[in-house]
């Protein structure tokens, strides 16, 4: 089967860094992605990782350890803004094969 | 830019009603998806579509069907909807490279009374 975990609320200060973390199993491997939801809004692209090692992007950043199943968005200089539900999704195989996602997690940023 | 877009932001239905629910994306992708998304349940694939008149079934299925007779357009069917249909429904699509993500539309909420 597929599933994927990642922790379902998370708190953090203004300013401050905080990581979410996801772990899957899913029957094979062809990419990790996350994504951002904000509340009553669609998802909206993030990250991309498909090989080992930390992916940068400005504040944000995504890691993945393939052989660990694991996977982390880090966001830094956390702003009111951030808050929104972060969803960590998987590709098991080839292009067209639809994403398994996580339940999502809802990260409230707090002056 | 990528556009997906979805026929309604919000609606209101009768129990069994029939509804569509019509998705339209200007990317030229060859793969379309229909999830619904409830609290604590996530994002769940209803149905998906690789190509042209393609459909396969996603994780629930049950009290849907589609429809996709040309490539940018998938429209998702209830055909007599109930009310444990009300929900969230979101629209995406994406290309055929491993590394494409999904793009999803805004969404329609949908209200079964």
Redesign the interface.
């Given at each position: 089967g597929q599933n994927i975990d990642q922790p379902t609320e998370m708190t953090a200060t203004e300013g401050a860094i905080v990581q979410i973390n996801c772990t899957y199993q899913t029957s094979g491997f062809?990419?990790l992605?996350w994504y951002q939801q904000h509340a009553?809004?669609?998802?909206?692209?993030l990250s991309?990782n498909?090989l080992d090692g930390l992916e940068e992007k400005g504040r944000f950043s995504s890691f993945l350890s393939r052989s660990k199943g694991y996977s982390y968005l880090l966001l830094k200089e956390l702003q009111m803004k951030d808050s929104a539900s972060y969803?960590c999704a998987v590709?098991s195989h080839?292009?067209?094969t639809?994403?398994v996602?996580?339940?999502?997690t809802r990260l409230s940023v707090i002056a | 830019d990528v556009k997906v877009t979805q026929s309604s932001r919000y609606l209101v239905k009768r129990t069994g009603e029939k509804v569509f629910l019509e998705c339209v994306q200007d990317m030229d992708h060859?793969?379309m998806?229909w999830y619904r998304q409830d609290p604590?349940?996530?994002?769940r694939?209803i149905y998906?579509s690789?190509d042209v008149k393609m459909k396969e079934k996603?994780d629930i299925p049950e009290g849907y069907s589609v429809s996709r007779e040309k490539k940018e357009r998938f429209s998702l069917i209830l055909e007599s909807a109930s009310t444990n249909q009300t929900s969230m429904y979101?629209c995406a699509s994406?290309?055929?490279?491993?590394?494409?993500?999904?793009?999803?539309?805004?969404?329609t909420r949908l209200l079964v009374l």
């Open positions: 062809n990419g992605f009553g809004e669609a998802p909206t692209f991309y498909v969803l590709r080839s292009g067209n639809p994403l996602f996580g339940k999502g | 060859e793969n998806f604590g349940l996530g994002l694939l998906f690789y996603g979101l994406s290309g055929d490279r491993g590394q494409e993500t999904q793009y999803f539309g805004p969404g």
